[in-house]
Every structure is written in C-alpha cells, then in structure tokens.
C-alpha cells in the first residue's frame, strides 16, 4: 500500500483559482474584480511550508486582506496578531506580511482557509463550507507531515471536523481546546484573530501566544 501522493503532484486538487462551484461566491468576486481591478478577487491559496508540523486554519479571506493580495493573512488587521505571534516563536522569517513578494517564509508552518474565496459579510453558508471541503480534505491527507491543525474559530475547527469525518457532537470547540485526530495529530482550537476578537480582548496577545506555544509542544518544535 502506497501513502499520499506528494504535495507537489497534488496542488491542482489542494487549489483552483477558477473554481466557480459556489455560485453565490464566484458572482460575488466577479463584482468584486469588476469594482477593484488591482484586487485578487478570486480563490486564495494555501500558503507556507510544503512539509509543515503545523497547519492553522482561518475561516475566509478578508476583503482588502487576502481577498486584495491573493495570500492568507496579509494585508488587513487579522493578520497582524498571527505573523508577529508566528515570527516571534521563530515560524516566521518577518514579523509582517502586507504583500505576496514581500520576501515572508513561513517555518514548519502552513496557512490555509475552511473557505477559499470570499464570500458576502463574511459569512459563507453550509452548502459552501460543505463544497469547499473538498480542498481542505485533500490538503490533509496530502500533509502526513501535520502534528497539529490549529482551528482559529469556530467554523474552522468544523471544516477540520468534516475533512476528516468526525462528528461535531464529540469535539466541543473552546478556545484552547485540544483533540486527538488521530495517532499523531491534534487539532487545537483558538478564537480568531479578528479586529473584533482582539479589539474586544475576547482574544488577547498573550492568548494567542499560549495557544500557538502549546502548538509548537504538541508539534515536537519546543522543548
């Protein structure tokens, strides 16, 4: 028996920056291209590490973050509490990311999203959470490499959930959560690093920090 192909002989089933399968979404980035012409506007890549230990996983892109500079992250407030947390615990070659040629490598990390494109108010519904999947369910298996899957919110920790054919009913999301996936991996829940989260101090610097530490521990990276 063989094990996963390698992930570079499956980018085109992890990402496709045609994908038109949700039509809500795809109309919406059409507006959104025809508005902003400099803008991306179009499903966003995983970005990172080809063998990461870590895989976070956020909800959507945001509108003038990912959605205007193609790569998770960068470019809007959400970003800025991640790559400093990811910089200072050494998984991060820059404490920022504004652009996608701004030189950022991340370390033994992966960023990816529940859902690729951006969809209305920030909300995607079920049926494009479910039809986005597909890509999340791929990028997993391809990853043998993962320890830990970090789900920031509660509509990431589920999409881990339904990639990997768990019941919700049995892995309760809590910031600071953690749950066995399987022998080798866990998936560890925090709140978003939203401008609302952090702005509310639903999510602080310092909670955020614990929660990517713990990460790093249960990844084998810190002693």
């Not at 959507?60 to 200072?88: K, M, Q, S, W």
């Not at 339904?162 to 049995?170: T, V």
Request: net charge positive; glycine share 6%; with cysteine.
């Amino acid at each position: 028996m063989t094990g996963p192909a390698p992930l570079s002989r499956r980018r085109n089933k992890l990402y496709d920056a045609s994908c038109r399968r949700c039509p809500r979404l795809a109309t919406h980035l059409a507006d959104l291209r025809a508005r902003h012409p400099e803008y991306w506007s179009r499903p966003v890549a995983p970005f990172g590490a080809d063998a990461p230990r870590i895989l976070l996983v956020g909800l959507a892109p945001g509108l003038h973050g990912a959605n205007r500079t193609g790569r998770p992250f960068t470019g809007d407030f959400a970003g800025i509490l991640l790559y400093e947390t990811l910089f200072e615990l050494g998984l991060a070659s820059a404490a920022t990311s504004v652009a996608v040629n701004d030189g950022l490598v991340l370390l033994d990390t992966r960023i990816t999203n529940a859902v690729k494109c951006l969809p209305p108010a920030n909300k995607p519904l079920p049926e494009e959470i479910r039809t986005c999947n597909r890509y999340l369910t791929t990028e997993l298996e391809a990853l043998p490499s993962v320890r830990v899957v970090l789900a920031l919110g509660r509509i990431a920790h589920d999409a881990v959930l339904l990639a990997c054919g768990l019941r919700r009913s049995a892995f309760v999301f809590t910031h600071g959560g953690e749950h066995r996936l399987a022998a080798t991996r866990h998936l560890l829940d925090s709140y978003h690093c939203s401008r609302y989260n952090t702005q509310t101090r639903r999510l602080t610097a310092s909670m955020f920090k614990e929660v990517m530490m713990r990460a790093c521990a249960l990844a084998g990276l810190k002693d």
